[in-house]
């Protein structure tokens, strides 16, 4: 199944960070392989955990993009091949994390410079490798480890303002969104759906033409007027975030949706689409 357009393009931005954190804890283990004959072989019994989270520029406010969940057990002996802990470790998470995984933070990354992704999964390694012979897991012959992967993304806040919006209309409009926008972030995305994401944005990123602009209605705002389906009942404006009062002058697209005059056409100047629901306008293109 095709992932939804409207997810959140995951390797569009250029200002992020990566967090990664590897830790021995303790989960369930499923009793097939408790029953499994492990001879002088170790079961590394590894819980993935990947999100890609987008904070308005003051670092308060988050917008949710992807939220992975997998595990993957690793049966070797490390004493006698640690190679294959290795290339399985990184070909598993090379498949799985749909983003770069150099410029990366954590894993005990030396005064906090970020390490490459050679670097990264050498750490990885060096941590699960150790497992084994630290005197707590002495009598253990499965370990289970977290592995957290993190990347926080800056957006502008005209940008955060408008998918926050567009998620609380499409919120109001369908009571089923919240869990099927949660259920599509919670699914693996392949080099193909990330780079129609990629390409979907840049779409997006072409300003409106000039007579589109100056053909935008100019309305007086009236929260109690029915006005087609829609009610002209914004309390704020999407991109600005400030109120919408009563008995002042909005412009309004041909989706019916309402911004302050200044606003939309600050917005039109970089995108042709409206903020709430992706409505195209005419470009010069």
């Known amino acids: 199944m095709a992932p939804p357009a409207w997810l959140p393009p995951l390797n569009s931005h250029p200002h992020y960070t990566l967090q990664v954190e590897a830790s021995q804890t303790y989960f369930s283990i499923p009793r097939n392989f408790q029953r499994k004959p492990l001879g002088n072989s170790t079961v590394f019994f590894i819980r993935i955990q990947i999100s890609v989270d987008f904070w308005k520029e003051d670092f308060l406010h988050r917008f949710p993009g992807l939220s992975l969940r997998e595990t993957l057990p690793i049966k070797c002996n490390p004493s006698m ?6 290339g399985s470790l990184r070909i598993w998470i090379q498949d799985l994390v749909p983003f770069s995984m150099s410029n990366c933070r954590g894993v005990q990354s030396p005064g906090g410079r970020g390490l490459s992704s050679d670097q990264l999964f050498d750490r990885i390694s060096e941590f699960l490798l150790g497992l084994p012979s630290a005197p707590e897991n002495a009598e253990r012959r499965i370990l289970p480890v977290l592995l957290k992967i993190e990347k926080s993304v800056v957006v502008p806040d005209e940008e955060f303002g408008s998918w926050v919006s ?10 089923e969104f919240e869990k099927e926008y949660a259920d599509a972030i919670a699914r693996p995305r392949n080099e193909m759906e990330l780079l129609d994401e ?8 072409s300003g409106a033409s000039s007579s589109a602009v100056e053909e935008l209605e100019s309305v007086i705002h009236d929260g109690d007027k029915d006005v087609g389906s829609e009610k002209l009942s914004a309390k704020s404006c999407s991109i600005c975030l400030e109120e919408i009062l009563n008995g002042k002058r909005v412009c309004r697209l041909p989706c019916l949706h309402v911004y302050h005059g200044d606003c939309v056409v600050r917005w039109l100047r970089g995108s042709h689409v409206c903020p709430l629901c992706r409505y195209p306008l005419p470009t010069d293109d």
């Open 198 to 205: 990629a390409t979907s944005l840049m779409a997006c990123s």
């Open 81 to 86: 091949d640690p190679e294959i802990l290795a």
């Open 166 to 175: 567009w998620y609380e209309e499409r919120k109001r409009i369908d009571p």
